[in-house]
């Protein structure tokens, strides 16, 4: 039973103003060059939440100049590494004090759960600051030893001014991941954020000019892509290019860098990861495991382990019990409290899901959950699971990217991972097991840039992310993403005498 009626009715209406709707380029909020404004919807309800400030390509360009001044007259590349990170700490701070703030425009321009948004996501871009902050003064290069009579030094630089391209399914998060290492390691940003969901990076890089970050150095576009994006993507005065989204728009952008500058581009692309339930676990676990690892976020995450592989030993357990923990998933209004599920993204990714889903039924998998929209109001979709799904079946091979688990059985190790690797794709994969022997084969085996083990979704900071194969090109977060964003210089010295 799905909680309905009550809690669509009810609406709250969060207690916030939006006071930043415009383009943020130099320090300054801004109108479009063109004076147009888009809409941004409240999930809930389809109604306007704001309207927002329509950059274009003038737009662009006037923020990638800013960037561009702020990166080569100073003063952010020729701080002292310590003093950026002092005042990426102070931007942590700050966020950390507004968190509330903050988690209610996400929540209100994406349907994300409050609780979700407020204890976990907000929370982890503050963690994520500090951890490259605390970067920032650790980047140096090396002494080589080379041979003949050099002394040969490496300097790790930044890039210079970096474009980002981020989605909508964790604006604040995928924000972080990409502007934090940019600053810890001296870059100037130009962003654009999502059409569906530009108000929480507007009022954070608000904050953080309000914590001492030069202007310039990090500039906030919002807009559609094939103009924005695509203006940026192509420009010849961004020195590299961050994106993250679909993999058909991940080909575009690549085209374009290369067909202007050359700049180098990192990709965070879709996914179809499998999640892999072996015979010796707790079942309950498995089931709760899964269960999250698909729903989590309305299933709009693109390493979510949308293909539940389940031994045949314990398939037909797990598929009853997944049916029923799915019925009991709470969905309603993403700011009430005990709400696991709020409303999809918009109509477009509404519709997209409510496809797949009818091809699901026709190509013969069971039904055994869901299957259709919540309520008649906004972009709510009974959290769904099919049972009976075939590798060659559409739910097992694109991204539905929301609410709809996919249940196939498996026989042996060999056979599951061969499965597994069966797709373009290469970004997560889950596995549950107690045997360490079974853990360490499917560990190797799989070919994909995360491994959960007895766990999913763990996104510490620390933790490098990223695809194989079609899923993407380079690594987030952690040690890894820093390299995103230097360039290495060998300086060469002749020595006078080389003895010494
Ligand atoms: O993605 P797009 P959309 C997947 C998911 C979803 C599908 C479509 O399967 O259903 O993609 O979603 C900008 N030049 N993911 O249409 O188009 C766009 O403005 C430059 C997976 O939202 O990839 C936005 O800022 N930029 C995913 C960003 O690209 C362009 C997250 C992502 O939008 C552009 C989101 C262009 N020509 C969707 N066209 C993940 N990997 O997490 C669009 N953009």
Known sequence: SFSTGAALEELIIPPIQIDHSQLLINGQFVDAASGKTFPTLDPRTGDVIAYVAEGEGEDVNRAVLAARKAFDE??????????????????????????????TLETWDNGKTYEQAANAEIPMVVRLFRYYAGWADKIHGLTVPADGP????????????????????FPLLMYAWKVGPALACGNTIVLKTAEQTPLSALYVSKLFHEAGLPPGVLNVVSGFGPT????????????????????????????????????????????????IVCEDGDIDQAVELAHSAV????????????????????????????????????????????????PQIDSDQFEKILRYIKSGIESGAILESGGERLGSRGYYIKPTVFSNVQDSM????????????????????????????????????????????????????????????????????????????MSGQGREKGIYSLSNYLQVKAAVTALKNPAW
């Open 74 to 103: 100073g003063p952010w590349p020729k701080m002292t590494a310590y003093e950026r990170s002092r005042i990426m700490l102070r931007c942590a701070d700050l966020l950390e004090k507004h968190n509330d703030e903050v988690a």
């Open 150 to 169: 050099y002394h040969v030094q490496t300097l790790h630089e930044p890039i210079g001014v970096v474009g980002q391209i981020i989605p909508w399914n």
């Open 228 to 275: 924005a994006g695509a203006a940026l993507a192509s420009h010849m005065q961004v020195d590299k290019l961050a994106f993250t989204g679909s993999t058909a728009t991940g080909k575009v952008v690549l085209g374009l860098a290369a067909k202007s500058n050359l700049k180098p581009v990192t990709l965070e692309l879709g996914g179809k990861s499998p999640f």
């Open 295 to 342: 729903f989590f976020n309305q299933g709009q995450c693109c390493c979510a382990g949308s293909r539940t592989f389940v031994h045949e030993r314990v398939y037909d357990e797990f598929v009853e019990k997944s049916k029923a923990r799915a019925s009991k998933r709470v969905v309603g209004d993403p700011f009430k409290k005990g709400v696991e599920q709020g």
């Open 394 to 469: 559409l739910i097992a091979t694109d991204e539905i990217f929301g609410p709809v688990q996919s249940i196939l059985k498996f026989k042996d190790l060999d056979e599951v991972i061969r499965r597994a690797n069966a797709t373009p794709y290469g970004l997560a994969s889950g596995v549950f097991t107690r045997n360490l022997d079974t853990a360490n084969t499917l560990m190797r085996g799989l070919r994909a840039g995360t491994v959960w083990i007895n766990c999913f979704d763990v996104f510490d900071a620390a933790i490098p992310f990223g695809g194989y194969k």
